[in-house]
């Protein structure tokens, strides 16, 4: 099987902008979260999603928003960029919500200036 | 609020060595602990879980053992090689949130 893809893989945005990442989940996985990952913070959950539905949430600001669509593909988008979002986005399929054993993907590295 | 740490950033063994890296956590209420390997310029792979009602789990070359007393979690990994070096993460979940919670990582470094 193929695993978790993300696309693009490396990112580089203004302040202020906005963002759109991709998240593929392995063929069968209906779960799919999000997180980020900085070398302060750690890695931290952003959000998961499962059949369609945002789940679970993380303590991020509205700013940080996703979707899942039908073939359980998901996309998060970062909106009016801070250089605070400077970090390596990173999302994880599972075959059940809040599975346990997550795969995750290569992530995204995104940088604001 | 409730954390999951590492007691070491970083370890050091030479390879063929037995590796155990530990983390601490607080949460009492957790359902599950789990272990991730992080390669450089990948994203984590998970490893192994261990549920709450268990002390001890193998897999292969690997072993995690839960001791609720003192809320500890260790990873041992057997014969380390080479290939083991990345950073390692804990993890929990359960207890009523579905929201994982991961430690900051130790770095294994395995010299040849």
């Known amino acids: 099987k193929a695993g978790v893809t993300q696309t693009p893989r490396y990112l580089i945005k203004t302040r202020g902008q906005q963002v759109t990442l991709s998240c593929s989940p392995i063929?069968?996985?209906?779960?799919v979260s999000w997180y980020q990952q900085t070398p302060g913070q750690g890695l931290q959950f952003l959000f998961e999603?499962?059949?369609?539905?945002?789940?679970n949430k993380g303590n991020f600001p509205g700013r940080f928003s996703g979707r899942q669509f039908s073939n359980s593909r998901s996309e998060m988008n970062v909106s009016t960029l801070e250089l605070g979002d400077s970090a390596l986005y990173l999302c994880?399929?599972?075959?059940?919500?809040?599975?346990?054993?997550?795969?995750f993907g290569p992530g995204t590295r995104l940088t604001v200036t | 609020g409730e954390s999951v740490g590492l007691h070491l950033p970083t370890l050091s063994v030479q390879e063929g060595d037995n590796s155990i890296i530990n983390c601490a956590y607080s949460?009492?209420?957790?359902?599950?602990f789990i272990w991730y390997k992080q390669e450089s310029g990948k994203g984590p792979q998970f490893i192994i879980d261990?549920?709450?009602?268990?002390d001890k789990r193998q897999g292969q070359r690997v072993t995690v053992l839960l001791n609720k007393t003192v809320k500890h979690l260790s990873l041992q990994i057997a014969a380390t090689q080479p290939g083991d070096s990345a950073v390692y993460f804990c993890?929990?979940?359960?207890?009523?949130?579905?929201?994982?919670?991961f430690g900051r990582g130790t770095s294994l470094i395995v010299h040849p």
């Open positions: 993890a929990e979940m359960g207890g009523g949130s579905y929201i994982p919670t």
């Open positions: 999603y499962f059949s369609e539905t945002q789940r």
């Open positions: 949460n009492s209420a957790s359902d599950y």
């Open positions: 994880a399929s599972s075959l059940e919500l809040a599975g346990v054993e997550q795969y």
């Open positions: 261990i549920r709450s009602n268990m």
């Open positions: 063929s069968g996985h209906r779960s």
